[in-house]
């Protein structure tokens, strides 16, 4: 078997089956084995009849001697058959599997595994796997257990990844040289795979799952490291100047700004504007909390872009958040000749003819179909969008276009796990707040608190007109609002329209229309709606500074970092702000973790606890924000990063990457993998 075969050649299995694999993205076997457990059951202990305790998990090997089917009182329906070997015999029980009366024939060898119980002098097992053919696939072994998804049994993926990995010489071929695996005590490739499919024993699975692990983030890595080697050797399409008048009019342009930048944003600024001068195009990557100044830095070097002839780009993934950076960035060139256009679904300030004229042009994805026609792009910013790269980046090339490129976030990422994710990117953060603002006071509030609470917030609203968001959480283990998520916010938004009955509420979730949503945004900020009710996937990037009191329900649901997230949309002014954090499940775990959270309030710290808690799907949304998609390693294995790191130096080092054919087979794969995301 060769490992790009696609998988539509598994021998024995139904088309029903490939269809399945496919739709978990399994196009070949090398996908296949790609495919990991998520845990294992230990069925080794291999006993006779006669042998076997009580509360022991064991395999059994016998004859079936008899079959019956039994119907209890409540209509369980119960398929009995006695398994014999030469020391006894023992009753096994299935329920509601009746297919089994037709598959286990008298005289059949059956291998079983299973927990043994004894009722009264009977000794029966309720079984867990079992095989007719003694193949030691299922039962006699550590057996893996795969995520079932779309309908396919941890059974029918075990058969399949059995076949493939015994049906593969010296597969998949290493990718390290010795010196690489000898150094960091690593198994071979090869028999990683098979140990963490099938493994002798619960440390071989161990040692496996660390070999693939140091594959993947190596991988990861030094592409990263290529590509950002590529990158630079790329000639920008419209370079900048910084002429004497250039500086000055950025000069003009700061100290015309209603407060003054921070000593971080001056050193960012710093760091893009040498970028921005180069012959090589700019891909930096700036991370800061939200409120920290971020969009003031994007729109100066939209300025230097302005100043040196050239177009900028402006990109966010929701409509909401684009209508928001339009305002800000309207408000901060409003004293210059810049000329700013807003193109989105439902909002086209220019027509797509009139593109060109425009200095600076704001809106979603949508600003890079093929029927917008742009002048001279100098920069593209990205907002929100981490993964934006390859894909993208060739079709503004397409367009004849190789400009810088500044992508922005508000999530708190750790620096080790930016480093590692986003290595082809220069990494710059804001670490400092604009003087004035004052840290959001957060509370946790207990149940037979929570009719004080909702007092002393109707108080504020009366006293200081205060402003409120009240969060209602997703109801279901998903980043993707339900409508069974949406009905519960409404449900809350009646209710609270009850309790808050003298006030204006409106209600937001992604389900509403644009047109609606944006009104409802514009009412809230004109002061016409005292609370806004909203589901967390309403965009963190909204801005209202006279909302100083966000109540978020169900926080047990959030992760740490999505709770800072959802605070970052209080504080946004100098008015003092609250954080008020309610929860149904008042565990000891939950109530410590709120506490801890209530007196932090650096986001990085908090997206690391948070990391070692939840795991980095839990924490970033990976399908929400497009985060990295790790199949087998964790991004809060510092030590496993800072190992991979030093590996990946060693090979650029001493190796071109043509010795090294099969790591390079795989760097090219994982580069196809990340432009099909895009």
């Known amino acids: 078997m060769d490992l790009t075969e696609p998988i539509a050649s598994l021998p024995k299995t139904s088309s029903v089956t490939i269809k399945k694999l496919q739709s978990l993205e399994i196009k070949n076997y090398y996908d296949l084995i790609n495919y990991f457990p998520s845990r294992y059951e230990d069925y080794s202990l291999i006993s006779k009849i006669k042998a076997v305790q009580p509360g022991e998990t064991v395999t059994l090997t016998g004859q079936i001697s008899d079959s019956k089917y039994q119907v209890t009182r409540t209509g369980l329906r119960i398929q009995v058959f006695k398994l014999k070997d030469d020391t006894g015999e023992i009753e096994l029980g299935f329920y509601n599997q009746p297919y089994l009366l037709r598959l286990f024939k008298k005289g059949m060898i059956l291998s079983i595994s299973g927990i043994c119980e ?167 990557f700036l991370q800061g909390e939200v409120g920290s100044g971020k969009t003031v830095i994007a729109a100066l070097a939209c300025y230097f872009s302005y100043l040196n002839g050239y177009q900028s780009i402006l990109m966010a993934p929701t409509e909401i958040l684009a209508l928001q950076h339009y305002s800000t960035i309207i408000q901060l060139f409003k004293n210059t000749k810049v000329k700013i256009g807003l193109q989105t679904g439902s909002h086209k300030t220019n027509s797509t003819s009139d593109i060109k004229k425009l200095n600076i042009i704001i809106g979603t994805h949508a600003l890079i179909s093929k029927k917008i026609k742009f002048g001279k792009i100098g920069l593209v910013i990205i907002d929100e969008q981490h993964r934006f790269g390859v894909a993208q980046r060739s079709e503004l090339k397409n367009k004849g276009i190789n400009p810088h490129l500044l992508t922005m976030t508000a999530t708190p990422i750790p620096r080790t796990v930016a480093l590692t994710l986003y290595g082809e990117l220069d990494l710059s953060v804001i670490d400092e707040m604009p003087p004035g603002r004052k840290q959001v006071k957060t509370f946790f509030v207990p149940k037979e608190k929570r009719s004080s609470g909702y007092r002393w917030i109707k108080s504020q609203i009366t006293t200081y007109h205060s402003q409120v968001f009240i969060v209602c959480p997703l109801i279901e283990e998903s980043e993707i609002e339900t409508m069974k998520s949406i009905k519960a916010a409404k449900a809350e938004y009646e209710n609270l329209k009850k309790i808050f009955s003298e006030f204006n509420l409106g209600l937001l979730h992604g389900k509403i229309k644009s047109k609606e949503k944006n009104q409802t945004m514009e009412d809230f ?56 954090l309610f929860t149904e499940k008042e565990t000891s775990t939950i109530v410590e973790r709120l506490k801890m959270f209530s007196k932090t309030n650096d986001g990085n710290k908090l997206a690391e606890e948070d990391l070692k808690i939840r795991g980095p799907g839990d924490i970033y949304g990976i399908k929400q924000h497009g985060y990295l998609d790790l199949k087998i390693a964790s991004l809060s294995d510092y030590q496993m990063i800072e190992k991979t790191k030093k590996a990946v130096d060693y090979l650029e080092k001493h190796y071109s990457i043509d010795e090294l054919p099969e790591l390079e087979k795989r760097i090219d794969n994982h580069k196809m993998e990340e432009i099909s995301k895009d």
């Open 525 to 580: 900020k004109n002061r016409k709606i005292d609370i806004l009710v909203a589901t967390p996937v309403v965009e963190v990037g909204v801005d209202i500074p006279n909302a100083t009191i966000i109540l978020i329900e169900g926080v047990e649901r959030f992760g740490l970092a999505q709770l800072h997230q959802l605070r970052g949309r209080v504080g946004r002014s100098n008015k003092q702000s609250y954080c008020f």
């Open 118 to 284: 004894r009722y009264g002098k009977k000794l029966s097992m309720k079984p867990k796997e079992y095989e007719l053919n003694n193949t030691k696939i299922h039962t006699g072994r550590i057996i893996p257990i795969y995520p079932e998804k779309r309908g396919l049994s941890s059974k029918t993926i075990r058969e399949k990844m059995f076949n493939v990995l015994n049906n593969v010489e010296n597969n998949p071929a290493e990718i390290f040289p010795e010196q690489v695996i000898s150094f960091n005590n690593l198994i071979k490739e090869n028999i990683a795979y098979k140990q963490i499919h099938f493994p002798d024993s619960i440390e071989s699975a161990r040692k496996a799952r660390e070999r693939l692990a140091f594959d993947e983030l190596s991988v990861i890595q030094l592409t990263n490291r290529l590509v950002k080697k590529e990158w630079e050797k790329e000639k920008v399409g419209n370079r900048f100047t910084m002429g004497i008048n250039h500086e000055l009019s950025l000069k003009q342009f700061v100290d015309n700004l209603p407060f003054k930048l921070t000593n971080a944003q001056k050193r960012v600024w710093e760091e893009i504007s040498e970028n921005l001068k180069s012959q090589k195009p700019m891909n930096r």
